[in-house]
């Protein structure tokens, strides 16, 4: 499968060699989600590595009373639910589609089978699984030490593509506040 985005977000990671990048995408799968879709339901386990070519996600989950949203993925993102990916467990988050969604996605097995016969396949996915949790630990630093009103501006800062993108609703749960309390945050810019 020829996707110029996927070859491109991967040479600016690595540059693999032509074999190693025509045995990923000749691998590829092409999915369409509509808005809503589950990508990865609660206590399903995670079996694929996905490229986002269009569309935003959500990884979250409910505790319950609410929904607790770890991260939102758009355009040019390799993501997986990480944990149940590796260990093979079934996970407590859930993947859902926030737009209509074009993802190109692979599964574990292949990604296993070509990190042993190339080794720059290896290197490639090491340093995708290695993202995920440093990107977690700065979620779990923010959400302990800052307040709604600085994660809120740190969101700002970091993701202005995705402010007129995801609901009201959302930016709280993602924030860790109520709707009543992001809204006079908003208000006071």
Do not use: W
């Given at each position: ?64 009373d ?21 260990t ?41 699984y ?47 506040i109520?709707?009543?309390?992001l ?7």
């Amino acid at each position: 499968m020829n996707s110029p985005r996927f070859t491109q977000t991967i040479e600016s990671i690595i540059k693999p060699e032509q074999s190693v990048m025509e045995a990923l995408t000749s691998n590829l799968e092409a999915k369409t989600y509509r808005k809503g879709d589950f990508l990865l339901k609660g206590d399903e386990t995670c079996r694929y590595f996905y490229f986002l070519e269009k569309g935003l996600v959500k990884l979250f989950f409910d505790n319950g009373d609410k929904d607790f949203i770890m991260t939102f993925f758009a355009e040019n993102s390799f993501f997986t639910e990480l944990n149940g990916f590796l260990t093979g467990n079934a996970s407590k988050y859930m993947m859902v589609a926030l737009e209509p969604c074009e993802v190109l996605r692979i599964h574990k097995n292949v990604i296993e089978e070509l990190c042993k016969k190339y080794h720059t396949a290896e290197t490639l996915f090491s340093k995708l699984y290695s993202k995920a949790p440093i990107n977690m630990m700065g979620r779990i630093s923010e959400m302990l030490e800052d307040d709604g009103k600085k994660r809120y501006n740190n969101f700002l800062k970091q993701r202005p593509d995705l402010i007129q993108r995801i609901s009201l609703g959302d930016m709280a749960d993602y924030i860790g506040i109520t709707q009543v309390s992001l809204s006079r945050i908003r208000a006071q810019k």
